[in-house]
Every structure is written in structure tokens, then in C-alpha cells.
């Protein structure tokens, strides 16, 4: 597919703004006024195309100043900064699983629920021959049960849903680098590591040193 780039999209605007001008009703007035008024149309299409051309480089540059202040904010604050954003990213992923969790706990239940019924129903039924088990039926439905009852308490219990700590835009792309730069660590320790163990420096050196 055609990359989405700014003059791409300017046509696309233009296209757009030309097809809507032909197909609004018009009189026969309107219609040849408009042939001997062709730098009007042009005029209005430019003005048009200006408004988007403007707001499109503004959120470009917007973005820009974003990243940039994300590489600052981790430049600047050093160990603090990355400290601090690798404890909301953690946060905020406690966040997820827990939500999650809930959720896996309210299914659980209503599962064995309905498989305890089951098997109670098939337990008082007659047996049938090379169904194997069968006289545990009984027992398996009471241990569901349990087990269900204690789930519906634990999420009866989680009448609060956490909130994790709020990100900026800023933050956003500071983290991102951060999660980088430790994604890069942890390759470069690994293959070290084994490069050491395979007895081969492979050029390897003490990042501390670098």
C-alpha cells in the first residue's frame, strides 16, 4: 500500500473536496458562474488545503516534540527516571492481571457450577457399561462446588478496581525507550554470557568499562 505521507494526503483531501463541490446541487446559475469563475473554486480548494496542510504538520511536530522530550526526560534523569517509569509500567501491568484474574475466577466458578450439576444429574442416573468412574461422580460435583464457592468469595471480596498511575505523552515514549535500552542489555548479556561459557570473547567487553 501507498505510504500514508503528507502530499499523499493532501491529494486525498483534494480528490475529496473536488468529488463533494460536483455532486452538491446546484442552479444553472450556480453551475455557469462557476465556468467562468474557475480561480474561485481554485481559490476555496487552496484555503481548504492549507487548514489540513497546517493542522497535519502541527500534530507532526507535536509528535516530535514528544519523542524528543521522552529521549530528554531519560537523559536528564538518568537511574531516577527509569526507576520511576519501569515502576508505573509494573504498576500498570499488576493492573491488567488483576482485572484479568477477576474476570478468570467469575468464569472458574460458573464452570464448575455447572459441571458439579452435571455430574450430580449423571451420578443419580443408572450405569451404564464401559462408563468407568462413575461412583466418584458424587464426590468430584462436591469438590467443584467447594472449590467454586470459594472463588465467588475471593471476587466478592474485589468490590474496588485498582488504578494504576497515569502516563503522559512524554512518559509514554520515555518508557518505550527505556524498555529499548533494557531489551538491549538483556541480548547483550545473554549472548556474553554464552559467548563466555563457549570460551570465546567474540569481542565482548565490560559494558562498565565502555
Same mark, same amino acid.
Given at each position: ?80 527516571? *527509569?526507576? &520511576?517509569? =519501569? /515502576?508505573? !509500567?509494573?504498576?500498570?501491568? +499488576?493492573?491488567?492481571?488483576? #482485572?484479568?484474574? $477477576?474476570? %478468570? ?30 461412583? *466418584?461422580? &458424587?464426590? =468430584? /460435583?462436591? !469438590?467443584?462446588?467447594?472449590? +467454586?464457592?470459594?472463588?465467588? #468469595?475471593?471476587? $466478592?471480596? %474485589? ?30 548479556? *545473554?549472548? &556474553?554470557?554464552? /559467548? ?10 565490560? #559494558?562498565?568499562?565502555?
Amino acid at each position: 500500500p501507498m505510504p500514508l505521507t503528507l502530499g499523499v494526503l493532501l491529494r486525498c483531501v483534494s480528490v475529496a473536496i473536488l468529488a463533494q463541490d460536483r455532486a452538491r446541487p446546484r442552479s444553472c446559475a450556480e453551475r455557469s458562474a462557476s465556468l467562468f469563475q474557475p480561480g474561485a473554486m481554485l481559490g476555496g480548494l487552496k484555503e481548504k488545503l492549507g487548514i489540513v496542510a497546517e493542522a497535519t504538520t502541527g500534530a507532526v511536530q507535536g509528535r516530535v516534540d514528544t519523542a524528543k522530550g521522552g529521549k530528554k526526560l531519560v537523559d536528564e534523569g538518568g537511574p531516577l527516571a *527509569k526507576a &520511576a517509569l =519501569l /515502576a508505573k !509500567s509494573a504498576a500498570n501491568d +499488576a493492573v491488567v492481571s488483576d #482485572k484479568e484474574a $477477576s474476570k %478468570l475466577m467469575s468464569l472458574s466458578a460458573e464452570r464448575l457450577e455447572s459441571a458439579a450439576k452435571k455430574l450430580r444429574e449423571a451420578a443419580g442416573m443408572p450405569d451404564v457399561e464401559g462408563i468407568e468412574g462413575k461412583e *466418584k461422580f &458424587a464426590s =468430584l /460435583a462436591d !469438590s467443584f462446588e467447594e472449590r +467454586a464457592t470459594a472463588y465467588t #468469595k475471593a471476587v $466478592s471480596l %474485589l468490590t474496588v478496581d485498582l488504578q494504576g498511575p497515569v502516563f503522559s505523552d512524554v512518559e509514554t515514549d520515555a518508557l518505550r525507550l527505556v524498555l529499548a535500552q533494557e531489551g538491549y542489555e538483556w541480548a547483550y548479556e *545473554k549472548v &556474553a554470557s554464552a /559467548a563466555g561459557a563457549a570460551g570465546m570473547s567474540c569481542g565482548f567487553r565490560d #559494558k562498565s568499562a565502555v
